[in-house]
């Protein structure tokens, strides 16, 4: 059974020249074992595993021993270990017919987490190949074979590229055929997990010479038709009449306007209930504005709409994951840019439902669009509102690049929020509304400021999520602060460096557990 199809590369027009989004790996399972699989050919990688304690796993005698190799003596001699993420070439010539290349791939102790580290490191392995034959996994449980595919899939990812050089070396493996007891339904569920994962870095590492608010809406659309979603799109002049101060004080500067989109998952059998929303930061360019980023930290700004990306993901995948829940998600969109029309540090601006705010610095201006779009949730009766952000410095500094940093109003929706994340690999710590530092953000000339006036009193991170509850009263509602974990430096297990696409699966997860 075919769990996903290899998509042909799509070429994308514009800037420059064109940009090229790699294909993805098309997973497959197969009964039987490794050895059988060898024998029928056509595949030109195998890889076995190897547990804690350099334990054989399923199929891994088998599969040396049809190459005429003492699987003890490879691992002897090779000081195989069986640690998670640990891939050891086994130094053999392939009898006709078999792969040219025979790996040991280190699965731990065969935890998910353990898993999906070794998935990740194949991944990696067999990058450049066409098809993969492989027993790790066999036997796990279903979570850890869900995290070995996502690792599988994650982990070799490669950023749509433009130019003349050849990728073919760092391309993902064409095939992976999966051997021996692997549960369907699992295979299927990391497929659709990596695949909006995939979707959400696709989007991210666009250059922001071809992607702007216009382009972002676009790729909304082409999601919202293939995912069977409603969706609706407010331009610079609807955005006027109705009052999205917030988003056309940002978009001033630039010289695409900016754009609010709304799109709206409807499962049979959910009319009547109110929805969830999912709000997610859409700035596709942040110079600073006026406040000016220095350049080392204007380079990885195209990832500004990290969060956009990560909604429009999961929106993509709900259907298919058959969400039973009404899910709304919104997109507030725009480019901090400088221009003659950039709004000022100084200006009191007028957000979505009439509040006045006061700007202190022009480079907060991502909690400026969340403003309006938390605002406008408001009006849809929402059980429930998370937002998610590449917001403040500070979360980086505080929780470094693994744990987003995560605040709420209501417990049970914290607890549920963390579990999806320990389950996803996506992690949180939960952080607190300190209510005393409330004061540092309330104006003389407005209804509030969305930076602290006195800048002495720190939490960055934590004086943001104050600003950003203003807008959600009486909500249940939470804030993922991901600045530090949708953007990596290198590449680590299942994330790789550049857009890491961080929240899919976590917000996947969560949303696949509401009833």
């Not at 891994?60 to 049809?66: K, L, P, Q, S």
Request: charged share 20%; glycine share 14%.
């Amino acid at each position: 059974m075919t769990a996903a199809t290899r998509t042909p590369a799509r070429r994308r027009r514009g800037g420059s020249g064109g940009l090229v989004t790699p294909p993805r790996t098309a997973v497959s399972r197969r009964a039987g074992d490794v050895a059988s699989a060898l024998v029928e050919g056509g595949f030109d990688v195998a890889a076995v595993p190897v547990g804690a304690g350099a334990a054989p796993g399923p199929g891994a005698a088998g599969a040396v021993a049809a190459y005429g190799v003492d699987l003890d003596a490879v691992i002897r001699s090779e000081r195989v270990g069986g640690g998670a993420a640990e891939t050891v070439r086994v130094p053999v010539v392939a009898p006709d017919g078999l792969p040219g290349r025979l790996l040991l791939v280190g699965t731990g102790d065969g935890s998910p987490r353990d898993l999906r580290r070794a998935g990740a490191a194949l991944g990696r392995a067999v990058r450049g190949r066409e098809r993969l034959v492989t027993s790790v996994g066999a036997g796990a449980g279903a979570d850890a074979v869900r995290a070995f595919v996502e690792g599988l899939l994650l982990g070799p990812y490669a950023p749509p590229s433009a130019g003349l050089k050849n990728r073919q070396d760092s391309m993902p493996v064409g095939a992976a055929e999966l051997v021996g007891d692997h549960a369907g339904t699992a295979v299927e569920l990391g497929v659709t997990h990596a695949g909006a994962t995939i979707r959400a870095r696709d989007l991210a590492e666009t250059p922001s010479n071809l992607k702007n608010p216009r382009w972002m809406a676009q790729q909304a659309g082409d999601v919202a038709a293939g995912a069977g979603l409603q969706i609706t799109i407010w331009d610079a002049e609807r955005l006027t009449a109705e009052g999205f101060g917030g988003l056309l004080a940002v978009g001033g500067g630039s010289a695409t306007p900016p754009a609010l989109v709304r799109l709206d998952h409807r499962p049979p059998g959910s009319r009547g209930r109110k929805p969830v929303v999912l709000v997610g930061k859409g700035i596709t360019y942040d110079t600073g504005g006026l406040s000016i980023k220095p350049r080392e930290a204007m380079v990885p700004m195209k990832t500004d709409m990290s969060g956009a990306a990560a909604v429009l993901a999961v929106l993509g995948a709900c259907a298919a994951l058959g969400v039973r829940r009404p899910v709304t998600g919104l997109l507030p969109l725009a480019e901090n840019a400088v221009g003659a029309s950039s709004y000022r540090p100084g200006d009191v601006v007028t957000v979505h439902g009439g509040r006045t705010v006061e700007i202190l610095n022009t480079d907060a201006e991502g909690r400026m669009v969340l403003a309006d779009a938390l605002d406008y949730a408001r009006s849809l009766d929402p059980d429930v509102v998370v937002d998610i952000a590449t917001l403040t410095g500070a979360a980086t500094l505080g929780l470094g690049r693994r744990h987003a940093a995560l605040y709420a109003t209501d417990d049970r929706l914290a607890a549920g929020l963390e579990a999806a994340g320990a389950a996803s690999g996506e992690l949180t710590w939960r952080m607190p509304l300190v209510e005393e530092y409330r004061p540092v953000l309330d104006s003389p000339v407005a209804d509030l400021r969305h930076v602290p006036g006195d800048t002495s009193v720190g939490g960055g991170s934590i004086t943001a999520a104050l600003f950003l509850r203003e807008f959600v009263p009486g909500l249940r509602w939470a804030h993922l602060d991901v600045a530090g974990t949708a953007r990596s430096d290198k590449d680590e297990h299942e994330v790789t460096r550049g857009a890491t696409g961080y929240g899919a699966r976590l917000l996947l997860r969560w949303l696949e557990g509401l009833r």
